[in-house]
């Protein structure tokens, strides 16, 4: 089997971009781990396919999946990559905006530059049901036991469900032992990326990310939206927020309910190639 692919990188968060708009995609979870590998692959943080749009308002579909093989909802910084690609490959000028199709819904992509992307990702949603999160009453904030210490989490769905602490120091060793547990904690259902978000002041956050499926992470755009929405929900910062993950900063705006939140921040080609299937080892 041969997989002709483009590894690209939004702020360190990097992907594995195949082009199936003529042969549909088909890959199965094994193979998707084994391309993952970082090892024995290509490795990749996720992998995302551009296909023909279901919807016709939308220009492309594409998926997502996580190194273990599992399906995502959305991400921030694949999306930039994905609009960076389709310019690369004539189908997106600069300046142009178009409507891209994701797994959760249809989003807004504007082309600002050949690197530089921003994106309308839609309004944040808070209501436990779609998240999903369980709970008996909705609030903005929700005291969690994770391993035996009460955590206090704000939740909110970016297209996909996000757990959000804030904690004075995002040095603290107990962060990397919460965060796989609390991606994995029970009440949420289809688990959640968890995102440690240290407030410098009301326009500037410092955020790290353990992403369901694929462990930490240099950056993950729709996490750093969900930490924006979550204090931006609770009067803790202003409209326009720079959120410095370990990767690099991003962009986000958002002027509160009823109003859509934008993602702005770069996508970066790595380099080409292709894969040439699983092997024994």
């Keep these: 089997m041969k997989l002709r692919f483009t590894k690209m990188q ?44 279901r919807d016709p ?11 273990d093989g599992s399906p995502s909802g959305q991400c921030g910084n694949g999306v930039r990559c994905v609009a960076a690609w389709l310019h690369r490959d004539g189908a997106l000028a600069i300046g142009d905006t178009v ?20 994106v309308d990702m839609g309004e944040p949603d808070f209501r436990p049901e779609h998240i999903p999160f369980q709970t008996d009453a909705p609030a903005d904030r929700y005291d969690l036991d994770v ?32 965060g796989p547990l609390l991606s994995t904690h029970e009440r949420f259902p289809e688990a959640a990326n968890t995102g440690f978000v240290q407030v410098l002041d009301r326009r500037h956050l410092r955020l790290r990310v353990h ?4 462990g930490w992470t240099l950056a993950c755009g729709t996490g750093a939206c969900a930490a924006m929405a979550v204090m931006r929900q609770r009067g803790e910062v202003d409209d326009s927020v720079q959120v410095e993950l370990p990767g690099g900063r991003l962009q986000i705006d958002w002027a509160g309910p009823g109003h859509t939140l934008w993602m702005t921040g770069p996508a970066a080609f790595v380099f080409e190639g292709e894969w040439l299937g699983m092997t024994a080892h």
Excluded at 104 to 114: M, W
Aim: net charge negative; proline share 5%; glycine share 12%.
């Design 99 to 118: 409507r891209l199709e994701s797994p959760s819904g249809p989003v807004t992509v504007r082309l600002l530059a050949a690197d530089q992307v921003t």
């Design 211 to 214: 992403e369901r499926g694929s």
């Design 10 to 53: 939004g702020i360190g968060n990097d992907f594995v971009i195949v082009d199936a708009r003529r042969d549909g995609f088909g890959l199965r979870e094994t193979e998707i781990r084994a391309i993952a590998d970082r090892h024995n692959g290509v490795g990749f943080d996720q992998l995302i396919s551009i296909e023909p749009a």
């Design 147 to 178: 391993g035996g210490e009460m955590l206090e989490a704000g939740v909110v769905s970016m297209g996909n469900p996000h757990a959000v602490v804030v904690v004075p120091d995002l040095g603290l060793p107990a962060l990397f032992r919460h």
């Design 57 to 67: 308002s939308c220009a492309f579909y594409y998926g997502i999946w996580n190194a």
